[in-house]
C-alpha cells in the first residue's frame, strides 16, 4: 500500500515505513484475506458523541452517526481502529513488514486477541483503489496519515465521509492519529486513555534507562545511494525523545527544505551529522554492514566511537516507523535497548 512519497517518508521519514517508504512502494497486486461482511465496527461508541466535525487539510469532514462499516487507508489508521476495539470492514495493504497477505504481524495478532477475522485487505496499489473501497460498502474512510491528494479525497468523499491528514501528507504525528481515529468513531475517552497509557509506560522506559536521558540523536537511512537524514518533525525521532533523548543539533544545522520531516545528505558532509547516538536503519543485516563498512560512513563520529543503534528488519522497524496504536508496544524493548546499548558507549 505504501506510496512512493510515503517510501521516501519512511526511509526518508518512518519508514522505513515511509523507506519503507521506500521499500514499500505499491506493486499493484490484489491478495486479500478474509471477507468482513458484518458491521464490523461501531462496539462502545458513543451516540453523544455525534455528529462530530473532524477538519482536514481538504476542509472538515462531518460524522453523522456513530460508523459501523469502516475503512482505513494509509499508516495507523487501522491500528487504532483496531486497538479501539472497531475492526475495519477494509484496511490497506502493508508490503513493508507485513507477511504474503499484506498483514502487518502486531495487527495479526490483535485481531486473533479479538477472536474476529481479517478484513478485506486492499490492492497494494500507490493510489486508494476507489473501486475496491466503493465494494466494502463505508459509512467512513479513515486517511489520517496517508498521502491521498484533493482529487482522491473528493473520488472517497463521494463514497463515504472521508477524513484526511491535518496539514501535510505523511506527516501526521502518531498521538494525533490515534486522537483522531478515536474522534471519528466516538471513541475519543478511550482514545485519550490509549495515548495515556503508553505515556506511562514510555516514561517507564525512560526511568529503568537513565543514559538515554540528554543524549542527542541523529538518525539516518543509507538506501540505493541516497542517504536520508531524519528531522525532529518525524515520527520516529519524536518516538525517541519520548525517551529523554535531544535532537542533534547538526540535524537543523544541516537540514534543508526538502521535506517537512527529512532531507538528504551528500556522502562527502556525513562527517558534519554530529550527535551522542545515531540510529541507522536497514532492511537487512548485509545493507547496514555495507553502510557501516564504507568509507563516507568512517568518517563519521558516531561509527569511530561505536555508538550506532543499528535498526535492523522490515517488521522492526516499520514498528517504530512511526509507531502506531498496536505496535507502539510491540517493539519497544527491543528498540530501547538497542538506543540505550548505543548511548551507554558515549564517553566511555
Same mark, same amino acid.
Given at each position: 500500500m505504501?506510496s ?8 526518508a521519514?518512518p519508514?522505513a515505513?515511509t523507506?519503507?517508504?521506500t521499500?514499500c512502494g505499491?506493486s499493484g497486486?490484489d ?7 458484518g458491521?464490523a465496527?461501531?462496539?462502545?461508541s458513543s451516540?453523544a ?6 477538519n ?5 469532514t462531518?460524522?453523522?452517526t ?8 494509509g &499508516?495507523?489508521?487501522a491500528d487504532?481502529?483496531?486497538a479501539?476495539g ?8 502493508q ?5 504474503k497477505n499484506g498483514?502487518l504481524?502486531w495487527i495479526a495478532?490483535k485481531?486473533t486477541?479479538?477472536g474476529?477475522?481479517t478484513p478485506?485487505?486492499?490492492p ?5 483503489p476507489?473501486?475496491?473501497?466503493a ?6 474512510i479513515?486517511a489520517?496519515?496517508?498521502?491521498i491528494d484533493?482529487?482522491q479525497?473528493?473520488l472517497l ?8 491528514y491535518p496539514?501535510?501528507? &505523511?506527516?501526521?504525528?502518531?498521538r494525533?492519529?490515534?486522537?483522531t481515529?478515536?474522534?471519528a468513531l ?7 486513555a ?8 514510555l516514561?517507564q522506559k525512560a526511568?529503568e534507562?537513565p543514559e ?6 541523529a538518525?539516518? &537511512? ?6 536520508y ?5 518525524d515520527a520516529r ?7 529523554g533523548?535531544?535532537g542533534?543539533a547538526?540535524?537543523?544545522e544541516?537540514?534543508t527544505a526538502?521535506s517537512p520531516?527529512?532531507f ?5 558532509k ?5 550527535s551522542d ?5 536497514a532492511t537487512t543485516?548485509a545493507e547496514q554492514?555495507t553502510f557501516?563498512?564504507?568509507k563516507?560512513a ?5 561509527v569511530q566511537?561505536?555508538?550506532?543503534a543499528s535498526?535492523?528488519g522490515a517488521e522492526?522497524?516499520a514498528?517504530v516507523?512511526?509507531p502506531?496504536?498496536l505496535?507502539?508496544? &510491540?517493539?519497544?524493548d ?8 548505543a548511548?551507554?558507549?558515549?564517553g566511555a
Amino acid at each position: 500500500m505504501i506510496s512512493k512519497r510515503l517510501t521516501r517518508a519512511l526511509l526518508a521519514a518512518p519508514l522505513a515505513f515511509t523507506l519503507a517508504l521506500t521499500a514499500c512502494g505499491g506493486s499493484g497486486s490484489d491478495d486479500r484475506t478474509g471477507d468482513s461482511d458484518g458491521d464490523a465496527a461501531g462496539t462502545g461508541s458513543s451516540s453523544a458523541s455525534f455528529p462530530v466535525t473532524i477538519n482536514h487539510a481538504f476542509g472538515g469532514t462531518t460524522i453523522q452517526t456513530a460508523p459501523t462499516r469502516v475503512v482505513t487507508w494509509g &499508516w495507523g489508521s487501522a491500528d487504532a481502529a483496531i486497538a479501539l476495539g472497531v475492526v475495519p470492514v477494509a484496511i490497506p495493504f502493508q508490503s513493508y513488514g507485513g507477511d504474503k497477505n499484506g498483514v502487518l504481524p502486531w495487527i495479526a495478532q490483535k485481531l486473533t486477541a479479538l477472536g474476529a477475522a481479517t478484513p478485506t485487505v486492499l490492492p497494494e496499489t500507490q493510489e486508494p483503489p476507489v473501486e475496491e473501497i466503493a465494494a466494502a460498502n463505508p459509512d467512513l474512510i479513515l486517511a489520517p496519515y496517508s498521502g491521498i491528494d484533493k482529487e482522491q479525497y473528493d473520488l472517497l468523499s463521494a463514497i463515504a465521509p472521508t477524513v484526511a491528514y491535518p496539514k501535510e501528507a &505523511w506527516a501526521t504525528p502518531w498521538r494525533d492519529v490515534v486522537t483522531t481515529v478515536g474522534t471519528a468513531l466516538g471513541k475519543k475517552a478511550e482514545a485519550d486513555a490509549l495515548l495515556a497509557d503508553f505515556d506511562k509506560l514510555l516514561a517507564q522506559k525512560a526511568g529503568e534507562h537513565p543514559e538515554l536521558a540528554g543524549k542527542t540523536v541523529a538518525m539516518v &537511512w543509507d538506501s540505493a545511494g541516497t542517504f536520508y537524514v531524519y528531522k525532529e518533525a518525524d515520527a520516529r525521532v519524536e518516538f525517541a525523545l519520548d525517551l529523554g533523548m535531544k535532537g542533534a543539533a547538526s540535524v537543523n544545522e544541516l537540514g534543508t527544505a526538502e521535506s517537512p520531516f527529512y532531507f538528504t545528505l551528500s556522502y562527502e558532509k556525513l562527517d558534519k551529522l554530529t550527535s551522542d547516538v545515531l540510529v541507522s536503519f536497514a532492511t537487512t543485516q548485509a545493507e547496514q554492514d555495507t553502510f557501516l563498512a564504507s568509507k563516507s560512513a568512517k568518517t563519521m563520529p558516531q561509527v569511530q566511537n561505536g555508538t550506532v543503534a543499528s535498526l535492523v528488519g522490515a517488521e522492526f522497524i516499520a514498528s517504530v516507523s512511526p509507531p502506531t496504536a498496536l505496535s507502539v508496544t &510491540w517493539g519497544l524493548d527491543k528498540y530501547v535497548a538497542a538506543l540505550a546499548a548505543a548511548a551507554a558507549k558515549v564517553g566511555a
